[in-house]
């Protein structure tokens, strides 16, 4: 087990379901994360090292190097939450790239059929370290024949005013998730 390898353990942070700690593990940043014991959710951090997993093949979240019944160990994500890099970030080149690639990403869950959730917030559940994109807090994903990953992002970026909102472009992604739609949606993209 490599839990018991792992030096220089730090308390970094603490969510509804789960705690994050950091480490080394041969040399390299890694966060653990276990389940928060005032957390009534069962299985959380069981469903998020599963949907990591099949995630790591698409270069979405972090890498697991393993897990647990109640923890997951995986490279430590560095950047700036998706806010605080749309703020700072003053080349409206990158931005459209980041927005464009975390939209790519979205599409990939919607394609796996894969609802993430907390898309219409992506507050702290996207790290942005140019030009890498990663999304941390799969513990309530789950399996859907409707997942609305882009279409949540999309509402995200409207309110924001980063996308041109244009209703029936984004209803005719809803009703028919088919790369052509998806295409005019990041055609949007200011």
Same mark, same amino acid.
């Given at each position: 087990?490599?839990?018991? @390898?792992? *030096? ?5 942070a =603490?969510?509804? /379901? ?5 480490? +080394?593990? %041969?040399? $390299?940043?890694v966060?653990?994360?276990k ?17 990591l ?23 430590y ?16 080149l990158? @931005?459209? *790239?980041?927005?464009?690639?975390i939209? =790519?990403?979205? /599409? ?5 059929? +894969?609802? %993430?959730? $907390?898309?219409?917030r992506p507050?702290k559940h ?43 472009v ?9 790369e ?6 990041l *055609?949007?993209?200011?």
């Amino acid at each position: 087990m490599q839990i018991s @390898k792992i *030096k220089d353990k730090k308390y970094l942070a =603490k969510g509804k /379901r789960g705690v994050i700690y950091t480490g +080394i593990l %041969k040399g $390299e940043k890694v966060s653990i994360k276990k389940k928060n014991p005032d957390s009534e959710a069962i299985d959380r951090i069981k469903n998020e090292a599963k949907f990591l997993k099949i995630l790591n093949k698409y270069d979405i979240g972090p890498k697991v190097i393993e897990s647990g019944k109640d923890y997951i160990i995986y490279i430590y994500v560095e950047g700036d939450f998706l806010p605080e890099f749309l703020k700072k970030e003053k080349s409206e080149l990158k @931005k459209k *790239k980041i927005l464009i690639s975390i939209l =790519k990403k979205a /599409r990939i869950l919607d394609k796996l059929k +894969i609802n %993430k959730l $907390e898309f219409t917030r992506p507050l702290k559940h996207i790290f942005v370290k140019y030009p890498k994109v990663k999304m941390i807090d799969f513990e309530r994903s789950y399996y859907t024949k409707n997942p609305k990953n882009v279409t949540q992002f999309c509402q995200f970026l409207i309110r924001g005013k980063y996308i041109k909102n244009n209703l029936k472009v984004f209803k005719n992604y809803k009703e028919n998730q088919t790369e052509k739609n998806f295409k005019e949606i990041l *055609k949007l993209i200011k």
